[in-house]
């Protein structure tokens, strides 16, 4: 027996409302610490949860600013950035460069996180980050109140220390993710299972059979 159902319709919801319950659903949500830099010079370093992958080839990622955050004016004005992961070592300074600082003002200057210079791109990556990635603006595409921003990935550096059989692995990165609310996640327990080929689907019934329960 399944259990009883709560209801939320957007369409008779104050808007926050339902923010607050997507934020819930649709969880674990990595983040993409971006660092931008103003036309004038300044640095700003944000959380944005609302972050994937958006294509393989070419390799474009995104990140969706809610409103007009200076990470998203930053970006259309310079053209650049960089996605730095965000270990779980650093969960206070990630959460405080989500602070609504002023555009003039540095938030890694602010936090106390180091930057230094990227490989490819003119905006710096965070220095304890273990892996960045260095993109350039692919485009940019609006929706109501939302900008979604694609980055395309000209570089991606690791720390040699995270890296095994050619991939950044997940044991030595620690990733944060984001939750509902003000709640925050570690990696927790890591699950390994290969996907099914359909030939082996096909030549072995019992693998539907245990699935289904039989």
Not at 38 to 61: K, M
Not at 136 to 156: E, I
Request: net charge negative.
């Amino acid at each position: 027996m399944t259990s009883a159902r709560v209801h939320f319709d957007p369409a008779e919801m104050e808007s926050a409302a339902f923010y607050r319950v997507l934020n819930s659903i649709v969880v674990p949500r990595p983040i993409a610490w971006v660092c931008s830099r103003s036309a004038e010079g300044v640095l700003n370093l944000a959380p944005h949860s609302f972050y994937t992958v958006a294509c393989v080839q070419p390799p474009v990622v995104q990140f969706t600013s809610v409103g007009r955050k200076d990470s998203l004016t930053n970006v259309e004005e310079t053209r650049e950035f960089t996605v730095s992961l965000t270990p779980e070592s650093l969960f206070e300074q990630v959460n405080a460069t989500g602070t609504d600082f002023p555009p003039e003002q540095d938030e890694a200057e602010h936090t106390g996180v180091a930057l230094e210079p990227s490989e490819v791109v003119g905006v710096p990556r965070v220095a304890e980050s273990p892996v960045s990635i260095e993109c350039t603006l692919q485009g940019t595409v609006s929706f109501g109140d939302s900008t979604v921003v694609f980055g395309r990935v000209v570089h991606v550096s690791a720390w040699e220390s995270a890296v095994r059989d050619g991939r950044p692995r997940i044991e030595h990165l620690r990733p944060l993710a984001r939750l509902g609310g003000n709640e925050w996640s570690t990696i927790g327990e890591v699950k390994e299972i290969r996907r099914i080929p359909y030939r082996r689907w096909s030549e072995d019934p019992d693998i539907g059979e245990r699935l289904r329960g039989g």
